[in-house]
């Protein structure tokens, strides 16, 4: 499937059960919105997987590059602190 | 073998899950080579929704015709002729658009017959009717989103959904015929009304067909004999390719 202007690339988030949150299942090709929806129903429904459907123009989303990648992430790796286990509980806190 | 129904219930429910097997094999026709991916899957869900509709239909119509035939008799072992579904199923696929609105056609009136069939007083008939309802507001809406973006699409678009309704129009005078099997299953409430069907099928069709942008063709011939069998050139290769494994291979199975 090439990319063509007619049909733009989507990306489809579905939720497969009431209270979970929508999660990225895929992509797909729409002319539209209400196309790409139907589209999504189609490709990724077709086991009950699913109770909601969001499909977003792919061309939308702003995504972190791999370049990115150390600057981004890598400072949080020696941050024992940001973690709450890094924590002593005193005793007089029993539950907790 | 032919067709030995005595109670027209029976005749009625194989019209009806012949049109399901060949409109299902159509569109199964379509599997690999569909425009995008997307609408291959699309158009196949909807080739087995309506198998399994029309599967359903069969053991009724085995039931009430008393030959308790298994549903591949009814789809593999019958001749051309012994099939009694309408002609506007069986027309082939042609471009993309042609199968479009073939599907809104021929959706829109079983929407209607499914709605009427709910309340069928054949509990078995009301139940497969019931499931069917869902499925079809799906193949509609399917067949209705494309007819809006390709009628009000491109001019080429345009040209080729109004050449598709041109040709297949004639073929509906068909879905609305009644004849001694309706008439008498209409007054015990197990048929849709042709009459209302048509009224109801008018006023869906022409909405969708105006906001598209397309012109509603003036009624010109009305080809017509599928319910008894008479059916257009095409579908004696289509009824050869949908049996022949099945006939060189009695039995066989996955």
Not at chain 1, 32 to 41: E, G, K, Y
Request: proline share 5%.
């Amino acid at each position: 499937m090439s990319e063509s202007p007619h049909e733009p690339l989507w990306e489809v988030f579905i939720r497969s059960r009431r209270g979970l949150s929508h999660n990225h299942v895929g992509s797909l090709h729409a002319a539209d919105a209400q196309m790409a929806l139907r589209n999504a129903r189609d490709v990724f429904t077709r086991r009950m997987e699913g109770v909601s459907i969001w499909v977003v123009p792919s061309a939308s989303l702003t995504a972190s590059s791999p370049e990115e990648r150390d600057p981004f992430f890598d400072p949080a790796a020696d941050k024992a602190y940001r973690y709450p286990t890094f924590y002593d509980i005193p005793k007089e806190v029993r539950q907790l | 073998m032919t067709a030995v129904a005595v109670d027209p219930a029976g005749v009625y429910t194989l019209r009806l899950a012949d049109d399901c097997l060949v409109l299902s094999h159509r569109l199964g026709q379509w599997s690999s080579r569909a425009p995008t991916l997307e609408e291959d899957v699309a158009l196949t869900n909807i080739a087995l929704d309506l198998l399994g509709q029309g599967r359903a239909m069969y053991a009724r119509t085995a039931e009430l015709d008393g030959t308790w035939r298994s549903e591949d008799a009814y789809a593999y072992l019958r001749d051309e002729r012994d099939f009694v579904n309408c002609l506007l199923v069986e027309q082939e696929n042609g471009d993309f658009a042609a199968t479009i609105v073939r599907q809104l056609l021929y959706s829109t009136y079983q929407l209607e017959v499914w709605r009427a069939l709910s309340d069928s007083p054949d509990a078995q008939v009301a139940a497969i009717a019931a499931k069917a309802v869902k499925e079809v507001i799906y193949h509609l809406d399917h067949a209705t989103q494309w007819t809006l973006r390709l009628g009000d699409g491109t001019e080429e678009s345009h040209r080729r959904m109004q050449t598709a309704l041109d040709h297949l129009w004639p073929y509906t005078a068909e879905l609305f015929e009644s004849d001694e099997v309706t008439r008498d299953l209409v007054e015990r409430g197990q048929a849709a009304d042709p009459e209302r069907l048509r009224a109801a099928w008018d006023v869906s069709v022409d909405r969708v067909l105006h906001d598209a942008t397309l012109e509603r063709p003036s009624a010109s011939w009305a080809p017509t004999g599928g319910r008894r069998g008479l059916h257009t050139e095409s579908f004696g290769y289509m009824v050869a390719e949908m049996q022949h494994l099945h006939r060189a291979h009695p039995g066989a199975s996955w």
